[in-house]
Nanobody, 126 residues
Framework: VQLQAFGGGLVQPGACLRL?????????????WGWFRQAPGKDREFVAT????????TYADSIQGRFTISRDSATNTVYLQMNNLKPEDTAIYYC????????????????????WGQGTQVTVSS
């Protein structure tokens, strides 16, 4: 399983970006996907997660109402639409895949996830 994230960039406050994460390798029918982010000097932070089959979505409070996670089963791609970006959203954004085997961790815990993409930088600055 390999994940590749892209779509980051430098934008002004209030702008939008859409991140994409493409998976290759084993079938993903039973997995969930997540987005996390890590700002300089801070711990990795949960952003959003979506279950692969049912499409159930969960969001961090900090981005609720501004970000939307979605997936395309046909292309094994998960998206993170980010609207009304703020300087505090600046971070490296990582996508991750959950095999459903570490259920002792909650979906917002990074240890639940088995595979990680390389990260894509999002910088929000005027």
């Amino acid at each position: 399983v390999q994940l590749q994230a892209f779509g980051g960039g430098l934008v002004q406050p209030g702008a939008c970006l859409r991140l994409s994460c493409v998976a290759s390798g084993r079938p993903f029918g039973s997995y969930a996907w997540g987005w996390f982010r890590q700002a300089p000097g801070k711990d990795r932070e949960f952003v959003a997660t979506i279950t692969w089959r049912a499409g159930k979505k969960t969001y961090a409070d900090s981005i609720q109402g501004r970000f939307t996670i979605s997936r395309d089963s046909a292309t094994n791609t998960v998206y993170l639409q980010m609207n009304n970006l703020k300087p505090e959203d600046t971070a490296i954004y990582y996508c991750a895949a959950d095999q459903g085997k570490k259920t002792h961790y909650t979906p917002d815990h990074h240890r639940r996830y088995d595979y990680w993409g390389q990260g894509t930088q999002v910088t929000v600055s005027s």
